[in-house]
Nanobody, 122 residues
C-alpha cells in the first residue's frame, strides 16, 4: 500500500508560480512511476508530468512543457511539481499518483492523493 499526501496549492495571479509537494509513504518506492494529473471542473482528469524513482526520466504534457518541472527528493520521499508562468487554464485540482505501469492515462496508476486546488486568476 502507498499513501500520497499533496500540499502547496493555492490562489496565484497569471504569470506567477506555485510548488506542489507530494509526500509518499508505504511500500518500496523504486518500483513506482510517480505522476501529477489535474482535473478542471467538467473535464476529465489529464496527465501533467511523470518521473521514475529508479531512473530520472521525466515526461510532460505539451500544455505544460517548458513551464512545469517535476522532481523528486529521495531523502524526504517527496515528489515536487514546480509550476512557473501559470495561466488561468492551469486552474484545476492537482493529484499526485503512483503506479507500476506508469503510462499517460489515469487508469495506469493505482494510488492517488486527495488532491490540492490550484487557482490562477487573470
Amino acid at each position: 500500500q502507498v499513501q500520497l499526501v499533496e500540499s502547496g496549492g493555492g490562489l496565484v495571479q497569471a504569470g506567477g508560480s506555485l510548488r506542489l509537494s507530494c509526500a509518499v509513504s508505504g511500500r518500496t518506492f523504486s518500483m513506482y512511476v510517480m505522476a501529477w494529473f489535474r482535473q478542471a471542473p467538467g473535464k476529465e482528469r489529464e496527465f501533467v508530468a511523470r518521473i521514475r524513482w529508479s531512473i530520472p526520466t521525466k515526461d510532460y504534457a505539451d500544455s505544460v512543457k517548458g513551464r512545469f518541472t517535476i522532481s523528486r527528493d529521495n531523502a524526504k520521499n517527496t515528489v515536487l511539481l514546480q509550476m512557473n508562468s501559470l495561466k488561468p487554464e492551469d486552474t484545476a485540482v492537482y493529484y499526485c499518483a503512483a503506479g507500476t505501469r506508469g503510462g499517460l492515462q489515469a487508469s495506469d496508476y493505482d494510488y492517488w492523493g486527495q488532491g490540492t486546488q490550484v487557482t490562477v486568476s487573470s
